[in-house]
DNA sequence: ATTCTTGCAAACCCTTTGCAAGCTA
DNA sequence: TAGCTTGCAAAGGGTTTGCAAGAAT
């Protein structure tokens, strides 16, 4: 007598991701900014935008998100971490401004080699690597000056 | 009538420095490993050491060590702090090894000068930036292909 | 009906702060 | 003695986990 459960499911076989509002949501949020957020800000957006989602929820989907690489996870100096949905496939940096957290993908080939050179120099081996680069960009700049101070 | 504080007293008069158990134990502590430690990581050796030193006091000490340049302080993908002596006084990074700890300070020019162009770019000023590479180290790259497992 | 998802409540962990007692100079 | 330093206790802040109710398939 054959077993009652589907002949389809396998040992190992990922489970089946299912689409909520919630999910619908931040991923609107996400999309609608290309600057670093944190979980928090992003809840807070959702709770703006009056949709109502749970901060654990933001918690889960983010880690989700981030571990499944559809969006990019930088921990920042005050030990935050902040995400971002991540256009380009390819290897990147970012340069990020401190005062609007406006961020540019750049790519540093230069960056890369050096990385892998000096690492092998030393032995390292199976060798990742974080570079941030960190600025004010020309748009809060200008506003800095103009004595339209920021904060 | 003169004012009865005596006037060597400056209004932005550093206050005076005391030399403690306390900091000397972790003074020491610090110098006697040159790969980037936790404070909860340094409290524990203190204690083992026989050492009584709160860990508020660790806190402290790495706190006021870091403001003034003492020490190097970096956060880990895990949010905690970590902090090393530096012997190098000019700009470097850090090649780390994700399995012991181990640390090589490396330069970079050409990095350097990837940073600045990039920045200038894209019209950023006031630029800096972060660069760690992490990598496994030899040593330990062959004591886990030799089966002595890590964990 | 199944099982993934949600989110409240509470736990965690690192770090900071309040503050009274202790110690250095 | 003066006031920097210590460190217990407790608060803070971001993030994770337990788990029962809710929703998607």
Same mark, same amino acid.
């Given at each position: ?55 654990? =929820? /933001? ?8 571990? !499944?690489?559809?969006?990019?996870? +930088?921990?920042?100096? $005050? @030990? ?36 892998? =050179? /000096? ?8 060798? !990742?690597?974080?570079?941030?680069? +960190?600025?004010?960009? $020309? @748009? ?12």
């Amino acid at each position: 007598m054959p077993v009652t459960s589907p002949s389809t499911r396998q040992p190992g076989r990922a489970p089946h991701e299912r689409s909520t509002r919630q999910k619908r949501a931040l991923a609107a949020v996400l999309d609608g900014s290309d600057a670093f957020r944190s979980a928090q800000d992003l809840f807070t957006e959702l709770r703006a935008r009056g949709e109502n989602v749970g901060l654990t =929820t /933001v918690y889960n989907q983010l880690r989700a998100l981030s571990d !499944a690489g559809a969006i990019d996870a +930088l921990r920042g100096e $005050d @030990g935050e971490v902040r995400y971002r949905r991540c256009d380009t496939d390819h290897h990147h940096h970012h340069l990020v401004c401190r005062v609007c957290g406006r961020t540019v993908e750049v790519e540093g080939p230069e960056v890369e080699e050096w990385a892998a =050179t /000096v690492a092998f120099a030393h032995g390292f081996v199976d060798v !990742a690597h974080t570079v941030e680069v +960190l600025g004010t960009c $020309d @748009g809060c700049a200008k506003r800095l000056r103009s004595g339209t101070v920021g904060r």
